[in-house]
């Protein structure tokens, strides 16, 4: 990803042009103030979500330095997953997926697609609605409303972390003030020292400031809005799956169906026609 560049390139700039403005650098190191900083920043998110909660936010992190790789790839595969579903349910009926839906693991049909069946969540979400058409308790406007209310709560849970590195990145500042109230409150406790002396001091306490407003909005936001993006971007995944078996069950042939599905992905990671229409016959040829 771009944020380790991002971070060099905002660390560099503020620091070059502080330097070449004739200040010294060196002065900017002060231990005490990121300390207080960012151990009040941890602290406060610790204290502000349940160990579940937590757990996501450190998972999300992780995957927020990870390149998002061939998403285009995974949409066209995902596509085409759905297009030998689709064509398995039109040429041997619905019952025929009874045991791909029970275990996908083992699914000669699902081991085509590493990458999707890698995906467990969004196994689960296909599988589950295959399996409730299956079952036919269910109509079309019932599946619908469910699926937007499943991929609602999806879109909840996955902005758990989102909010939660953003509300550090809003209390930085505060705490950079929190820390430069500190070490004004420590200067006038020693204001019988030399002028120069005192300098240091006010200094030192100045950059507390500074540190928290850099960190918040260089550092902690950049991670909070990739992180959001990339929400988005899975979310997408979800809803192709939506329309693609909503057009189904609406009686579409399964070329049509895909592509209700290949519409609604954003533009720079959908499959263009002739891709999806190149992995279909691809399929037809297996």
Same mark, same amino acid.
């Given at each position: 990803?771009?944020?380790?560049? $991002?971070?060099?390139?905002?660390?560099?700039?503020?620091? $070059?042009?502080?330097?070449?403005? *004739?200040?010294?650098?060196?002065?900017?190191?002060?231990?005490?103030?990121?300390?207080?900083?960012?151990?009040?920043?941890?602290?406060?998110?610790?204290?502000?979500?349940?160990?579940?909660?937590? !757990?996501?936010?450190?998972?999300?992190?992780?995957?927020?330095? +990870?390149?998002?790789?061939?998403?285009?790839?995974?949409?066209?595969? #995902?596509?085409?997953?759905?297009?030998?579903?689709?064509? !398995?349910?039109?040429? /041997?009926?619905?019952?025929?997926?009874?045991? @791909?839906?029970?275990?996908?693991?083992?699914?000669?049909?699902?081991? !085509?697609?590493?990458?999707?069946?890698? @995906?467990?969540?969004?196994? /689960?979400?296909?599988?589950?609605?295959?399996?409730?058409?299956?079952?036919?308790? #269910? @109509?079309?406007?019932?599946?619908?409303?469910?699926?937007?209310?499943?991929?609602?709560?999806?879109?909840?849970? $996955?902005?758990?972390?989102?909010?939660?590195?953003?509300?550090?990145? @809003?209390?930085?500042?505060?705490?950079?003030?929190?820390?430069?109230?500190?070490?004004?409150?420590?200067?006038?406790?020693?204001?019988?020292?030399?002028?120069?002396?005192?300098?240091?001091?006010?200094?030192?306490?100045?950059? $507390?400031?500074?540190?928290?407003?850099?960190?918040?909005?260089?550092?902690?936001?950049?991670?909070?809005?990739?992180?959001?993006? &990339?929400?988005?971007?899975?979310?997408?995944?979800?809803?192709?799956?939506?329309?693609?078996?909503?057009?189904?069950?609406?009686?579409?042939?399964?070329?049509?169906?895909?592509?209700?599905?290949? +519409?609604?992905?954003?533009?720079?990671?959908?499959?263009?026609?002739?891709?999806?229409?190149? *992995?279909? &016959?691809?399929? +037809?040829? &297996?």
């Amino acid at each position: 990803m771009n944020i380790p560049i $991002g971070w060099i390139i905002a660390m560099g700039c503020a620091l $070059g042009g502080y330097a070449l403005h *004739g200040g010294h650098v060196g002065v900017l190191w002060q231990p005490t103030e990121v300390l207080t900083i960012v151990g009040a920043a941890v602290g406060t998110m610790l204290a502000s979500n349940t160990p579940t909660n937590l !757990k996501a936010v450190f998972a999300a992190l992780g995957s927020a330095f +990870k390149s998002a790789g061939a998403v285009k790839k995974f949409h066209l595969d #995902l596509l085409c997953l759905l297009f030998e579903i689709l064509q !398995k349910i039109k040429r /041997d009926g619905l019952m025929s997926l009874e045991a @791909d839906i029970e275990e996908p693991d083992a699914s000669p049909l699902f081991e !085509k697609y590493p990458e999707i069946l890698a @995906d467990h969540h969004l196994v /689960d979400f296909i599988t589950d609605y295959l399996r409730m058409m299956l079952g036919g308790a #269910l @109509d079309l406007v019932q599946i619908e409303s469910l699926m937007e209310q499943e991929i609602d709560v999806h879109h909840q849970e $996955g902005y758990i972390p989102v909010a939660s590195v953003t509300q550090v990145g @809003d209390g930085l500042p505060a705490f950079g003030i929190v820390a430069a109230v500190m070490g004004v409150v420590h200067t006038m406790g020693s204001i019988g020292l030399p002028p120069a002396e005192l300098g240091k001091l006010i200094g030192a306490a100045l950059v $507390g400031t500074f540190l928290g407003i850099l960190l918040a909005y260089a550092f902690v936001q950049p991670v909070a809005k990739v992180l959001e993006q &990339k929400l988005a971007l899975d979310a997408r995944s979800y809803m192709a799956v939506k329309a693609v078996l909503i057009a189904s069950l609406n009686n579409f042939p399964p070329a049509a169906a895909i592509e209700f599905g290949r +519409k609604v992905l954003y533009m720079e990671q959908r499959p263009t026609f002739q891709e999806l229409d190149e *992995g279909t &016959k691809a399929v +037809k040829g &297996k």
